[in-house]
């Protein structure tokens, strides 16, 4: 497997010196770049793609929340961890879907655990999967789904659709046997013309088939992973979200 990109903005250069030295010291990752503020930040995710980022909350130009919503249009499977001094921004982390939220001072210790709990989500090796949902009647999806982009516009049959997410600012449609069409219609433009008993908004990225799910795991502190057959991608589910999932399947 090769290293994990990671990259670091904090706009405090001995803070970046002491993640850096962090991040060497634990084996599979490389520090792919740093940003001393939001802008350079958000210019180095885009060219470099980075699996991981550290982000400081309080930053000149963009906040790391901030940053965070426009890496998560860009690509939501990044994983990101807040570093920061102050424990009262940890609502507003969370809610983008932070993967963990370090204070400062760091303890060595606890930083080590995140990045090895992260290399282990990315290296896809399995946390202990919920329990699982009650068994109920796949209900197919009728009808096709007209999908309009630059080239025209394809005809997709609504029950091939597996998973529907925000990717490079766009959204992108993924079908039984590998197929992937994207789109300009939003995320909420696409699923207001998906059938609700079939797909189900788990997140702000993400839309997925209940007829697809395959298991689901813990992914951060208050997130999970959807693996669903038919696609190689996952899907996140926030907890509020699996909670009515439960519901519905009960």
């Keep these: 497997m090769e290293p994990i990109k990671v990259v670091i903005a904090d706009d405090d250069a001995g803070m970046r010196l002491i993640e850096r030295k962090m991040i060497e010291k634990v084996e599979g990752f490389t520090l792919a770049g740093e940003a001393s503020d939001g802008e350079e930040l958000l210019a180095l995710v885009e060219r470099l793609r980075p699996q991981i980022v550290f982000l400081d909350v309080e930053m000149p130009g963009k906040t790391g929340v901030e940053c965070a919503k426009v890496i998560q249009d860009m690509d939501p499977s990044t994983v990101m961890i807040f570093a920061t001094a102050h424990d009262q921004y940890m609502g507003d982390a969370f809610e983008v879907y932070a993967f963990d939220y370090l204070l400062k001072p760091f303890k060595v210790d606890r930083v080590m655990k995140t990045l090895e709990r992260a290399r282990d989500r990315i290296g896809h090796i399995d946390d202990k999967p919920l329990p699982s949902l009650p068994k109920a009647t796949p209900r197919p999806a009728a009808g096709r789904l007209m999908l309009r982009h630059r080239e025209g516009v394809s005809f997709i049959s609504m ?23 994207v789109t300009g219609d939003s995320l909420g433009e696409t699923e207001a013309r998906l059938d609700p008993a079939v797909f189900f908004r788990c997140h702000k990225s993400y839309i997925i088939n209940l007829n697809q799910i395959n298991n689901i795991t813990p992914y951060g502190r208050w997130t999970y992973v959807v693996r669903l057959n038919g696609a190689t991608q996952d899907a996140l589910i926030t907890h509020e979200k699996y909670e009515e999932l439960e519901r519905m399947f009960s």
């Design 159 to 181: 029950n091939d659709i597996v998973l529907v997410q925000r990717e490079d600012r766009s959204t992108v449609l993924y079908t039984v046997g590998g197929g992937r069409f």
